[in-house]
């Protein structure tokens, strides 16, 4: 399993929070550890992506956010479709 692009952890990590999440329900949900998605967090509030909003200790996505997953989603995923290798049924057999 090839490991996943940092543009592909802040689409998850703004995913889950999508509805609001606090940070172990980002770190499980996004397969991070702490550390990692401590890094993630601060990149993507600097950027507005994210939001912290410290009366209920939960992280949300704004609509900046919202609207850079959309169209990472629309430019990675044809992208990703096309460099995936083929599926065992076409695949010479070994």
């Given at each position: 399993m090839a490991r996943r692009?940092?543009?592909d952890i802040c689409c998850d990590i703004l995913t889950v929070a999508e509805s609001g999440a606090r940070k172990t329900r980002l770190v499980y949900q996004a397969?991070?550890?702490?550390?990692?998605?401590?890094?993630?967090?601060?990149?993507?509030?600097?950027?507005?992506f994210l939001e912290y909003r410290e009366?209920?200790?939960?992280?949300f996505t704004t609509d900046q956010g919202s609207?850079?997953?959309?169209?990472?989603?629309?430019?990675?995923?044809?992208?990703k479709a096309m460099m995936e290798p083929e599926s065992e049924a076409e695949a010479p057999q070994l």
């Open positions: 692009s940092g543009m397969n991070l550890n702490f550390k990692i998605v401590n890094k993630y967090l601060e990149t993507l509030i600097e950027a507005g009366d209920v200790k939960t992280y609207y850079w997953m959309t169209n990472y989603g629309a430019i990675v995923t044809p992208m």
